[in-house]
């Protein structure tokens, strides 16, 4: 594939994006250099931060290692179309805690919460360390990380119950 | 270029009129257009009015307050303008704020040792005051009544005797020609509205959406981007170089040699490659085959050179301070002690890399970076490219993390380096590897201490030997030992003992060694709170009484009240961790106490763990600080919680190793900082105090080691002297 061109696109949030970059470029250069969505942070390059994760079919991967050859049809999501209106239950979590300090690692760790709390609708706290003990945040933001998807995903639930 | 009487509204609305589609995009709110331009073409509102050089006021009484100092995620964007708005009785749902570019009118901008609050905090709040103040006299002038008569409140300014109110809008040109009062009147603290509150910071928003701009981010019309590899060795220099296969690389536009160049914070040397996204330069950078000259660094390897540091403060070293007749204390003594502590290089890691974009022309340079120091960034470039501080244009972008790194800008000067011999403008990123092997280390140390006591415990005598690399040799490489004032915190030390030695054990640095949050207290905190804790086993005494103890022999005049603070959050920590009846623990349970004084500010921690063999788990710390009027209560409960974690992982982990002159860690994996699986339980104790504001980003670093180690003995009865505890070896 390296070298080639691909003549596919993929979805993301929402819009269909040709892909006209060589195949080995990680989706996270396509959407950040190519694409100008720079919302999706370089941290590592390896997979071992967790800064640069976006959803592929609601499913939190690393964008960094993730080359857009596989991602021919394939929707993803990047923090800037998780909602609407910035209004995901993460997201209002996360101003109610007042998560961020520098901020940058946190839209990997609310798309990555964003993909567990999917399945995963009433964690428990250890459930939530296992799956977040991919995304580092160098702040020391981890208390306010899980006290937000506690507290999200209690929101959650009662949309669901309200729903039902 | 300077548009700080523009709006952005305005700016924007302006842009598209004045440029006729030019493409501005998100992250150049400012750098297009000059004001005048706008000006001439009557597009700037004419009642808008820039009050002095941290408030615009527009028509519509949106209010933008300038932050000058560096915004690395301690929240002091918001913090600083907070205490404009109090002061002036802004709405601060009506302030948006913005980041003051490198300008000598937004005072002093260089962002460290945690001083942004203790020198800013007076100035911003009268920049505040005298706004306000000339907002009551442009009513008054209005209503043709005194201004006593009137009184301002959340962006109006009221006129007592009908209740008549103007809002801040409506008077802000009015209020631009007023007379600047000669000392504006501060308020009262029981009048703050956002000072000592919790104020969300203002850019959360932002945030939580991927809006929100770092250094890396920036993107211009025409932008090229850059990948480097660095000469592994300081001192080093290119030997050889070979393109061919990188040229090769499709999308590779040039590759640039950059030379070591000789000042402080000016790049180690290395090769770029330019291309027309990061990605391909990042590959491309693989495919170069470079040789080195390592020089004489070459020789250094942490392992021995810690040895090296270990014997050097075992024997006699050099005298920096003295007081007492140590001798005698000691010839004297019913107990003595001695311990040597040691700790390794880190690095800062922050999450987002080294990164800036530069464009070199003719007769301009621009700067967008991730910086602590755009003053420096000035300096160096101007350096290099032979021109004036003045003319290099300096925007301060949003730092993904710092704690120290950013303060050097050798990484804005190679984007400097590149776009000048390429013409185009240049992001340059670093890799995670570049970063972690590119670094200007926190300093590898020893300590050895050696203590005599009386029979009641009192601490009759100090020896207390250091030996590090300082951040002096970035200025003088000849260096041959820390010099005396980076042992003035040993020399001043709360701690009351008559008969005290100081002295530096040599110590020549083979690396860059630079500013890492808490710096130096992260092991003089590490030493001085672990060995009080050996001391008190010794003497039989509990680790609170036997601290106590020590601050009240400080018979120090001018330290007493410096005492009194350290002993209170001391009181306050033992207190909430329940240190009265640690005895009824679980067994492989422990709680240990550690006290620190830095950065004009006092911290205690009690940390609890539990201990399974070589397993440490940190279950809960409780921290008190006292570091006078806090501005933001959240924003400084967060810097303790991050205080903790970056405590945690120098203490157990983090580690920069070299070997043969080059530092063997690349990645995450080799340097395991703390993840959310380690994070206990955080709670933070916040003084109420009236005192002037002092240090709150790094102050809280240094009693986490201390606290961790006395805990850890607690519970298993093993004392760990060196930092990290438990070291990855790589």
Known sequence: MGGQRMQHSMIINGKKHEIDVDGDMPLLWFLRDRLEFTGTKFGCGSGLCGACTVHVNGQAIRSCVTPVSSLADQKITTIEGLSENGDHPLQQAWLNN?????????????????????????????????AMQGNICRCGTYQRIKKAIVEAADTLADTLNKEA | MNISNISRRNFLKGAGIATGGLVIAVALPANALPANALAEKGILPKTSATLNAFIHLEENGDTVIYCGRCEMGQGISTALPSAVADEMEADWQRVSVKQGDADEKFGPQATGGS?????????????????????????????KTSAENCFAQAHFVINKSNQQRLGYGELASIAANMPIPEKPILKKKSDFNYIGKKLPRHDQGEVVVGKRIYGVDTKLPGLKYAAIVHCPVLGGSLKS????????????SDIVEIPRFDVPFGSIGGVAVVADNSWTAQQAVKKLKVEWDLGE???????????QLVANVEKPATLTSERGDLDNAFKTAKNKVSATYTGGHLSHAPMEPNASVVWVQKNSCEVWASTQSPADIQKV?????????????????????????????????EAAVISEKTGAPIQLIWSREED????????????????????????????HRAAFPSISTLFNPALVRAPEQSLNDITNHLFGVENFRVESGDAKAHTRIGWYRAVYAIFYGFAFGTFADELAQKSGKDTLSFVNQLFDNNKNEAQQAQVQRAKDVLAIVANKSAWHKRSSLPKGQGIGLAVHYSFQSYVAMAVHVEVNGDDIKVLSVDCAIDCGQVLNLDGATAQMEGAVVMGMSLALSTEITFKDGAVVNSNFHDYPVMRITDMPNVNVHITDSDENPTGLGEPGVAPFAPALSNAVFAASGKRYRDLPFKPLSV
């Not at chain 1, 300090?101 to 360390?129: H, K, R, V």
């Open chain 2, 241 to 252: 170089l070979d393109k061919t296969d990188a040229m090769k690389v499709k999308g590779v």
């Open chain 1, 98 to 130: 007042n998560v961020p300090q520098c901020g940058y690692c946190q839209a990997g760790q609310i798309m990555n919460a964003a993909s567990f709390l999917a399945i995963n609708a009433a964690p428990t706290e250890q459930e939530i360390d296992t």
């Open chain 2, 115 to 143: 001083a942004s609050i203790r020198v800013m905090y007076q100035p911003m709040r009268e920049a505040g005051a005298t706004a306000k103040a000339m907002l009551i006299a442009a009513a008054a002038k209005v209503w």
């Open chain 2, 381 to 413: 470039l101007a350096q290099y490219l032979k021109r004036e501080p003045k003319d290099i244009v300096v925007h301060v972008a949003m730092a993904g993390g710092a704690f120290g790194r950013k303060f050097k800008c050798d990484y804005v000067h």
């Open chain 2, 297 to 307: 660094n070459a020789l250094y390897n942490t392992k021995e050179y810690k040895q």
């Open chain 2, 436 to 463: 972690m092997r590119t670094g200007y280390y926190h300093s590898i140390n020893a300590q050895h201490i050696e203590a005599s006591m009386d029979e009641n415990g009192n601490v009759t005598g100090w020896l």
